[in-house]
């Protein structure tokens, strides 16, 4: 029993990592999209959109570190 117990939260632990690494990756590739769309149709404001997409993705990046920290500490628990 114990060690069922112990292989699920392996793997609910691998599913956080996962799901982080994969949700940051989708989420800063739509913003790197998204700012190479914003800066073709207004080269003008190609500094306030790098400097926002920056931001921007540093925080989907603490989320995601965020997540990967949870299921690490879910795992050694």
Do not use: H
């Not at 999209?33 to 190609?46: L, M, Y």
């Amino acid at each position: 029993m114990l060690s069922m117990i112990l292989a699920s939260a392996q793997i609910g632990a691998g599913l956080a990592a996962g799901l982080s690494v994969i949700g940051a990756g989708i989420g800063i590739g739509w913003i790197g999209g998204s700012a190479g769309n914003g800066i073709a149709r207004q080269p003008e404001a190609a500094d306030t959109i790098r400097g926002a997409g920056i931001v921007f993705a540093a925080l989907i990046e603490g989320a995601a570190l965020f997540g990967i920290v949870i299921g690490v500490l879910a795992l050694f628990a």
